[in-house]
């Protein structure tokens, strides 16, 4: 074997050997953890019923613990305390519900956020003189410290229409 063909044998063997010792990926609750820390946004927004176009700069700092069956993150957005969100897990539905307590003591209406491997989705929906639409946030981890986002809408729940879409990346 030449020096090229020991050196690609010995690096192969390093990642499986650091694949075999990695730590497990966090399973329900715990991977809420993936929110916590300090986030610089860049968002664009479109120009829909329910929202204006602009373009949007912000840091979000996500203070998160884990207290038994919850996970709370205090959110402060440009410095400003803005939310306590309040996650809770489900594993015979592999489900989980987010409490956000808004500040200013707003009532809470708890919410829903899917996981499925590194897309995180948060649907809601709303009622407006007997018609129902449909809106959802999908978070794409592409990294452990970087999640590409959109905010979208639909009034059939079947076709969905952009309102916003940006990225975030993680600073500490």
Request: hydrophobic share 35%.
């Amino acid at each position: 074997m030449n020096k090229t063909g020991r050196f690609i044998a010995a690096l192969s063997l390093a990642a499986v050997t650091a694949l075999i010792h990695a730590a497990p990926l966090p399973t329900g609750l715990g991977k809420i953890a993936a929110y916590a820390g300090t986030w610089k946004t860049q968002t664009g927004h479109f120009d829909t019923p329910y929202s204006k176009a602009g373009k949007d700069l912000a840091t979000i700092k996500n203070d998160c613990w884990r207290s038994g069956d919850y996970y709370a993150c205090h959110q402060y957005v440009n410095g400003d305390s803005k939310a306590l969100l309040v996650f809770t897990y489900e594993a015979k539905s592999d489900s989980y519900t987010v409490y956000p307590i808004i500040a200013g003591g707003s009532a809470v209406q708890p919410g829903k956020l899917r996981i499925h491997g590194n897309i995180w989705t948060f649907p809601w929906e709303a009622q407006e003189k007997g018609k129902t639409t449909y809106f959802r946030v999908i978070n794409i981890f592409t990294a452990v410290d970087t999640i590409s986002y959109r905010e979208e809408f639909s009034t059939d729940n079947l076709h969905w229409f952009p309102m916003a879409q940006g990225y975030e990346k993680k600073i500490h």
